[in-house]
């Protein structure tokens, strides 16, 4: 699936936006990917916990007790 990609949790959420011309928010509290989920969720997922949110797809594909390290995420593409 060419809008699915896996990505670090320590991967930069500015670089991750860049590159798919996304505009998840950025905020001074978190600079990664695994960062920005956690300020939406107020906490660490559960491993396949799935967050929707500003057009994509969020899964946690391998966490620990204190850290997402691995995730799934689908680009919700609009159909024209």
């Keep these: 699936n060419e809008n699915l990609v896996e990505v670090d949790g320590r991967y930069s959420l500015d670089d991750f936006n860049d590159e798919l011309g996304l505009e998840l928010p950025e905020d001074e509290e978190y600079d990664t990917i695994a960062g920005f989920v956690l300020a939406q969720l107020g906490h660490v997922p ?3 916990e799935i967050i929707e949110t500003h057009g994509v797809v969020i ?3 391998k966490v620990s007790e204190t850290q997402i390290l691995k995730l799934s995420i689908e680009l919700q593409r609009v159909q024209e």
């Design 46 to 48: 559960a491993q396949s």
């Design 59 to 61: 899964s946690a594909i």
